[in-house]
Structures are given as C-alpha cells and as structure tokens.
C-alpha cells in the first residue's frame, strides 16, 4: 500500500521524533512488529530492542528503545518510550 502515515517517538526527556514515514518497525513483548500506511489500530507493549522509522525519502533513522508502548491510531503511530537511546 502506497502511502505515507504519522510518527511520533517520546522518550521521558520529550519529543525525539515527529514527521511523516513509510514503514514503522518496533520490537514488542512477543516479537517484531512492522507496520505501514493503513494498519489497523493497535496498541502494544515494547520490549528491549531496536526501533526503526523508514521516511518518505526511503532514508531510516533508529532507535534503541528499553520498555514502553506503541499505538496506532487513524494512521497515527506514536511510540511512548520508557528508554531511548538513537543509533547510527
């Protein structure tokens, strides 16, 4: 599905992230998860892993994230962060 959906990454020190993306992956308590424009709602617990944001331009921009949640919401990603540290 073509297409874009919103982003938004928070960690306990505010706002890391807030654009537009094509793919969003996180890895929650029983697994990987990938999700694109048009998922349908959903809320989660993450666990200890990476998180990675694919943006309009196919460039990605990663995360690793210990604890806290992920929801999707009328093509609306946003992931509440426990910790969050970016990667290269």
Do not use: Y
């Amino acid at each position: 599905m073509a297409g874009t959906l919103r982003c938004s990454v928070l960690s306990p020190d505010g706002e890391v992230f807030d654009g537009e993306v094509s793919f969003v992956e996180a890895h929650a308590l029983d697994g990987r998860l990938g999700i694109l424009p048009g998922h349908a709602p959903l809320i989660t617990a993450l666990g200890e892993g990476p998180l990675r944001v694919t943006l309009e331009n196919s460039e990605d921009r990663k995360w690793s994230v210990s604890g806290g949640f992920l929801e999707v919401l009328a093509n609306h990603v946003s992931v509440v962060a426990e910790g969050l540290r970016e990667q290269e």
